[in-house]
């Protein structure tokens, strides 16, 4: 797996040479001041809508970011052709598939600690405060899903035929999993069979990434999670990440490049 | 073909002038901003209300640290909102029903609406969201939820509840009963008609203030709008009713208007669900009235 | 002497798209052996078979049957590739990158050590005369300095084997005078080059073998001088022949 660094730098350096990142970081700082502007009841020390809308922003701008980028990886080597310099030289499929993942989710990765590191000032600003290990914590985990959605958009640029299209469908799944995701056996209860086992097994199949979310834990000031569910769900992240991998290098491995 | 600057110029031009031509109008149309104002409020047209609802519920959301349930979960919490009724309960005599609003999230119970953990995904998941019942325990906190009620009341100005709920955190926690009365005076003009603002209000007089005469003249106000609103409803708001004629009989004791005190008192018993209390105060009431006998008073 | 380059009895059909149209033969039982130290010209008409025989050695194609190898490795293998140089016909580079990025990228695909890289990237630049424009991203390019960039990538890794796929077609006077000069440099070095060609003088004056390819068929292989020996004709003559042109005419 030699390969597999080289290729994810130069994707890191094709991701930090677009515009999209710093149109999206702008777009989050803008608002976020924007509406920290806004003053109500004379009480400046008001932070927590500030913390929930900035944390909102981030997730937004990253999951775009993360999905964007990663969508159009494999689909522009291909339409370009430069995979064919590429793969010219001794570096198998599946290094293609891991640089390409590790490349968006590094950049991902860089992303998130520049909008935290913006998150953290702005909170500090107002509550003069610095959870560092709640903020690592929330960093972490969302860099975990942010994993499983870099996977799942890989494959699904293998498996989709235009990167707008697998971007929007990569965009619907995770959102529909992260709003709807934790209700899933709630519903299943209420339903007849064989529709019951059909939800709860999608239930239990589909990548909760809603685990990963822990923005209300922070806008409201709660206690660190457990360590042992922090390292359950990073571990949960792993597994699925890597079962997304392995559909995109079976997709991959044999398609001919030309 | 004249030349492309020359025709932005002309274009400009036009637009300024159908700008000028166009403010007055602007200006004298009334139409549907009327009362509402604001340019979110004008931008959002109705859905602002649902805005507005959403916001409320946001603020309660906050009022529990982001333990709140969502469409899915247990339905068996009642929308209305308990945020203003904790700290009240210390300070007003509080109708049963008002209590079982309180006491469907208990405290005491580990998982609220939520219930028992289905499974272990649902069990394990618990620990990345609040999953347990609080309420904003330091008074600095209390603030927290002041910017979703007042985005309410900008977005849904005839939300009445925004208004005394988020008075109610002003007065009580935060100490800041001029702030409570200023936005409680502009959501009474925007509900000129309102009875829960004018009891609102007349707390402000009473509790804050110290002025029982105004505060009297406030819950009298109120009581006639209630009245005039609501009877002959089938289900009439008997839980602010009695808030109005438990105030009413506060401030009157202290004037020491205790005929008066008897009537609302009577009033009250009506509806009680523990008349004979409310005979004792009555009975106490009347024997404040009647003078006790003494020595007769001397020349001055 | 075992063959550099093997290709064993190599079929490759496509599927067709159109329902009912069933399968293209691209490469049919090709084999084909190319030594140490050859330079080698691979000729036929568009469609002859060339760019999918060259897609099979760099593993870009599965072959439907036979098997192909580069230095006795198995071509679906990303080790055969290691000492194997690949010009393609067009370029095709991160155009986000400098020449000097993209030759250090490369360079560590190969495992080339630091200094290493660094001197070959140096010595590189200069022989395909980009050292000038070495830290501008390659989009600011011209046409002709890009194609030199694709020199330049396919020699990285001093590669033993050099794989040009029509490496003149689209080059400007200078990058063919570079490409003619690497030839017969890396002939001078003992290197073997493999390419394919339409520009039949320069493949007469440059190979010492050549195969003629047609419809997915070998139809001859051997020195250059022997088939021209052989046939009493010119090279283009000989080509021309072996493609079946000018088609014979049918008796009345």
Known sequence: ?258 | MPSPYLVLVFLLTVCVSLATWLQPHYLAWGGSRTGDGGLLATLLGESRRLFAAQFFFKADAYFHSGFYPTIFDNQIVEKELHMSEESEAARTPRPPEAEARTTQWSPGEDYGFLGSPKDWLDRFSRNFFPSRHTHLEQKSEAREILPWLRLSTWLDPHRVESYTVAAFWLRTRLGRPELAAQLLHEGWRANPDSYEILLALGRIDEENRHDPVRAHNLYALALRKWHRQQDGNAEPDLYTYRELLGHLVLVDEKQGDWAEAVQYLTLLKKISPNPAAIQRQIDEARAKLTPAPGPAPGPP | MDPILNIDNLRVEYRNRELGQGVTVALADLSLRVNAGEVFGFLGPNGAGKTTTIQVLLGFVQPTRGSAQLFGVDVREPTARQRLGYLPELTYYYKFLSAEELLRFYARLFRLARGEAERRIDAILKLVELESARRRPIKTYSKGMQQRVGLAQALINNPDLLILDEPTSGLDPLGRMKVREIIDRLRGEGKTVFFSSHELGEVETACDRVAILHQGQLKVVGPVAALVREHQASLEQVFLRMIGYPPTPTPA
């Open chain 1, 1 to 258: 797996m030699n390969a597999v660094w080289p290729i994810a730098t130069v994707v890191v350096k094709e991701l930090y040479r677009r515009k999209d990142f710093y149109v999206l970081f702008v777009l989050t700082a803008l608002i976020t001041l924007l509406m920290g502007s806004v003053t109500f009841f004379h009480d400046d020390r008001i932070a927590r809508y500030l913390k929930e809308l900035c944390l909102l922003l981030i997730w937004v701008s990253t999951l775009v970011i993360a999905i964007t980028a990663t969508a159009r990886q494999l689909p522009a080597e291909r339409e370009q052709r430069t995979i064919l310099p590429l793969l010219a030289k001794p570096v198998s499929r599946g290094e293609v598939v891991v640089g390409k993942f590790l490349g968006c989710w590094l950049a991902c990765g860089v992303a998130l600690v520049v909008f935290y590191l913006f998150f953290g000032v702005v909170s500090a600003t107002r509550e003069h405060a610095w959870p560092l290990t709640n903020y690592f914590q929330a960093l972490w985990l969302q860099w975990c899903m942010l994993a499983i959605v870099v996977a799942m958009s890989l494959a699904g640029s293998l498996v989709f035929a235009a990167p707008s299209s697998n971007a929007t469908i990569v965009f619907l799944v995770a959102s529909a999993i992260l709003l709807v995701g934790r209700h899933l056996n709630t519903v299943a209860l209420t339903l007849p069979e064989p529709a019951q086992t059909l939800v709860y097994a999608l239930y239990f199949a589909l990548p909760h990434l809603e685990l990963f979310d822990l923005r209300d834990l922070l806008v409201h000031d709660w206690a660190p999670i457990a360590w042992w569910a922090w390292a359950a769900a990073t571990l949960y992240a792993l597994a699925y990440t890597w079962v997304f991998l392995l559909v995109a290098w079976l997709s991959f491995r044999r398609r001919p490049l030309v």
